[in-house]
C-alpha cells in the first residue's frame, strides 16, 4: 500500500503555517460538536419542536462523525490527505451555512448530518498530514495538532452563550461561516502537494458495515442511556474485530496494535480519553445546575483549564526534549489527579478561589499528558502508516470518552440530587486518571518509541 507523501520536505515556518491552517480546522470542528448545547433550548421553541427531537441535533453531528472517522485513513492513501482536508473543510462549511437557514427541526439534524460527515474527517486527516510533514520534528511541535482537542471543548459553551444570549441561535453556525471560508482558502494555498495517489485497496464494503455504525450506535446508546443501542454497538464492534482479523485490506488496520508503542499509546489516550471529557461534561453541569450560573459564565469558569492545557501544550516539545516522555507523562498524570482532589469535596463547598486554582492545574496536567502519548503513536510507525493510525487512534479516543461519560453519568443519577453528588463522582473520575498510570509506566524515558 503506498501513502501519498509530501513532494518536498517542509520547512519549520512551513511547518508552522501548516500547523496554524490544521489548527482552524480542528477548533471548527470541535468548537461545533459543543457550542450547539447552549442553544437547544431555544431552537426547540423558535422551531416548534419538542426539546427530545431537538436534542439530535447535537446527536446526529456527533453519530455523522462517527461514520467518517474510520474511512478517514483509506480516503487519505486513495485520494490524498490534502484533497480528503479541502474537501472536508468545504462540505463542514457548507453543512453551516445549511444549519443556519434551517426552517424546521428535521431539516436542521438533516444539516447536521452534511456537518458531522465533513467535521468527523478534520481532526484524524489533519493530524495525519502534519504528522507526515514533520517527521523527526514532531515531538517539538506535536502541541500544534494536540492544542484544539484541549481548549476547543471548553471555548465551545463560552463562545456557544455569547452569541445565543446576544444573537440568537442561528449565529452558533453563521459565526463560523467566515472561519470556515478562510480556513479553506488557506488550505488550498498552505497545505503541501502530494504525488498522485497510490493505493490500490478496495474499500472494506463489510467493514463499512459493521465499524462506523457500531461506533455511532455505542456512542449513542452511552451517551442517551440506550442498552439496547449500547449492545447492538459491541455486537456491531465485535463483529467487526473479527472481520478485520480476516481481511488482508480492513477499514481499520488492527494489525497497528501489534507494535508494542502504538498499543501502550493508545491504551494512555484511551483512558485520557474516557477521563477528559467525562469531566468535560461534569464542570458545566456543576456551575449549571448547583451554582445555577448561566452557559456563558459556566464556560468562563472553565477557562483556566483551558489556559493551563495551551500553556503547558506550546511547551510540549522542549519539556519532552529536557525530561523524556515517560517522565511528562507521569507528572501530568499526577497534576491531574492533583487538580481533581478539591472537586471531590464538592460537597463541603470549596472556595471558588480553589476550585479556580484547581482547575488551572487540571489543565497543566491534560496538557502534558497529550504531547508524550501523542508524539510516540506517531513516531513508532512507518509513515506510510500514519494515516491509518491517525483514524484508528481517534476512534480509540472516541470510544474511551463515551464509556467514561456513560460511566460517570449513570454515577451521577444514582446520588441523591445535590453538591455532593458531583463530588462522589468526581471521585470515580479520579479514580479513571488513576488507571492511566499503568501505560504510563511503559513510555520511553526518552522522546522516541
Not at 449500547?230 to 480476516?246: K, Q, S
Not at 508524539?375 to 464509556?403: D, K
Request: hydrophobic share 50%.
Amino acid at each position: 500500500m503506498a501513502t501519498q507523501l509530501p513532494a518536498a520536505p517542509v520547512s519549520d515556518a512551513g511547518l508552522r503555517r501548516l500547523g496554524g491552517v490544521l489548527i482552524l480546522g480542528a477548533v471548527l470542528s470541535i468548537l461545533d460538536a459543543t457550542i450547539v448545547s447552549v442553544g437547544i433550548g431555544v431552537m426547540a421553541r423558535d422551531l416548534d419542536s419538542s426539546l427530545p427531537t431537538v436534542q439530535w441535533v447535537a446527536s446526529a453531528y456527533l453519530l455523522a462523525a462517527s461514520l467518517t472517522i474510520p474511512l478517514s485513513g483509506w480516503l487519505s492513501d486513495r485520494f490524498g490527505g490534502r484533497q480528503v482536508w479541502i474537501a472536508a473543510v468545504g462540505l463542514f462549511t457548507l453543512g453551516t451555512v445549511l444549519c443556519g437557514f434551517a426552517w424546521s427541526a428535521p431539516a436542521l439534524i438533516a444539516f447536521r448530518v452534511l456537518h458531522g460527515l465533513g467535521g468527523g474527517l478534520m481532526q484524524p486527516v489533519g493530524q495525519a498530514i502534519f504528522a507526515q510533514a514533520a517527521g523527526p520534528r514532531l515531538g517539538r511541535m506535536i502541541g500544534v495538532v494536540t492544542l484544539p482537542a484541549t481548549v476547543a471543548p471548553v471555548l465551545g459553551p463560552m463562545l456557544g452563550g455569547a452569541l445565543v444570549q446576544d444573537l440568537g441561535w442561528r449565529w452558533l453556525f453563521f459565526g463560523l461561516v467566515p472561519f470556515g471560508v478562510a480556513t479553506l482558502l488557506l488550505a488550498v494555498r498552505v497545505l503541501p502537494r502530494e504525488e498522485p495517489a497510490g493505493t490500490r485497496d478496495p474499500l472494506d464494503v463489510r467493514g463499512l458495515l459493521l465499524l462506523p455504525p457500531g461506533l455511532g450506535a455505542l456512542g449513542y446508546g452511552l451517551g442517551e442511556g440506550s442498552t439496547t443501542f449500547a449492545i447492538a454497538g459491541a455486537v456491531l464492534l465485535i463483529a467487526y474485530a473479527w472481520h478485520a482479523r480476516r481481511t488482508q485490506s480492513p477499514l481499520l488496520d488492527l494489525k497497528l496494535f501489534a507494535h508494542k508503542a502504538f498499543t501502550v499509546a493508545s491504551a494512555s489516550t484511551f483512558l485520557l480519553g474516557a477521563s477528559l471529557y467525562s469531566s468535560m461534561l461534569l464542570l458545566p453541569l456543576y456551575y449549571q445546575q448547583i451554582q445555577h450560573t448561566s452557559a456563558l459564565a459556566a464556560g468562563l469558569l472553565l477557562a483556566p483549564q483551558a489556559l493551563g492545557s495551551a500553556v503547558v501544550l506550546i511547551a510540549g516539545g522542549k519539556l519532552l526534549d529536557r525530561f523524556g516522555s515517560r517522565t511528562v507523562m507521569l507528572t501530568g498524570i499526577a497534576l491531574s489527579l492533583v487538580g481533581t482532589i478539591a472537586f471531590t469535596q464538592l460537597g463541603d463547598s470549596p472556595s471558588p478561589t480553589l476550585l479556580t486554582i484547581s482547575l488551572l492545574i487540571r489543565g497543566f496536567g491534560l496538557g502534558a499528558t497529550t504531547t508524550p502519548g501523542m508524539t510516540m503513536l506517531y513516531t513508532s510507525l512507518e509513515r506510510s502508516q500514519i494515516p491509518r493510525a491517525a483514524s484508528a487512534i481517534n476512534v480509540v479516543n472516541r470510544i474511551g470518552g463515551s464509556l467514561g461519560t456513560a460511566l460517570l453519568v449513570a454515577v451521577l443519577h444514582a446520588q441523591p440530587p445535590g453538591a455532593a453528588a458531583f463530588g462522589t463522582t468526581f471521585t470515580w473520575a479520579l479514580g479513571l486518571s488513576l488507571l492511566s498510570f499503568v501505560p504510563a509506566l511503559f513510555f520511553p524515558k526518552g522522546t522516541r518509541a
